[in-house]
């Protein structure tokens, strides 16, 4: 990527990292979220972005109606792009649910933990000791 933003100056940037504020405000500009980041699995379908994950790391996961599974090929690229910039996709990403943002995560995982039996556990024993013989 950063040999072709070199060769290419007026139609790609390198940047190493945006953070985070930076990477969502990115794509909330963008049209199409492309790759095979967790982030166009995760974030992309809050933002109402069309996301064409290219290949199998993110298989098995949970998806979002706006995510578009391709193979690593050029013409099943393009044809996904095609897909995400058609009329009837467009629209649906005005309603797309987003599975990873259902809303008061927070909450919810405290309450999971709060259930956790966590008796018997630990493999290994731990000892309190007296302050006073460490020295």
């Known amino acids: 990527a950063q040999s ?3 060769k290419n100056p007026k139609k790609a940037i390198f940047v190493m990292s945006l ?3 930076r990477y969502l405000s990115a794509i909330k500009h963008a049209d199409i979220v492309l790759g095979n980041s967790s982030s166009g699995i995760s974030e992309a379908p809050s933002l109402k972005k069309a996301t064409i994950n290219i290949g199998n790391r993110q298989k098995g996961r949970i998806k979002a109606a706006s995510i578009i599974d391709t193979k690593c090929d050029k013409s099943k690229i393009l044809k996904a792009i095609k897909k995400a910039y058609s009329k009837d996709f467009q629209a649906k990403l005005k309603s797309v649910k987003n599975p990873y943002d259902s809303g008061f995560a927070s909450k919810k995982i405290i ?13 290994k024993k731990f000892y309190d ?3 006073k013989c460490i020295k």
Not at 111 to 123: D, F, H, M, Q
């Open 111 to 123: 309450k999971v933990l709060e259930n956790i039996k966590l008796n018997g556990i630990l493999k």
């Open 19 to 21: 953070g985070q504020l």
């Open 129 to 131: 000791l007296d302050a």
């Open 4 to 6: 072709y933003c070199l």
